[in-house]
């Protein structure tokens, strides 16, 4: 497999953004799941990642370790897009916009608990996911394997 398309903060900003657009609420532990969707699909129809970010198996399910530290000083609250005035749509290609937007009509209706409790019922994070381990993480193998089965 490639390293990846993109950075996860590239693809998270890109999320934070579409959220804001649509007045949505978009909390850490949603962008988080969001970007397990986006890496599961991309993955799933591409043979490759979409991020080279290592995911890990968290107890409340899938994280970017890197994005979620970017981003964890908003708690449970909404986040801001870090520098509004720096972003530009154009920072991903349109192909992989439709796939976000895609991954974002399946996935954005739903609260960052739901999906919390969604991933906890699927094969990436259950095979990864170890109680009293930390750091464990859900290769793009893994996710890809899951994802294949449903999409």
Known sequence: MEKGKYSALVVAK????WAHSENAPLSNMKLQKLLYYAQGHYLAKHDNPLFADRMEAWSHGPVVPTVYRKFKDAGSDDIDLPDPKSFRWSSVDDE?????????????????WRLREMSHDERPWKEAFRPDESYIEI????????FRAIV
């Open 14 to 17: 890109w999320l934070i953004a």
């Open 96 to 112: 992989t916009a439709d796939l976000l937007m895609d991954v974002w009509g399946t996935y954005g209706i739903y609260a960052a």
């Open 139 to 146: 290769t793009p193998a893994a996710i890809q394997r899951g």
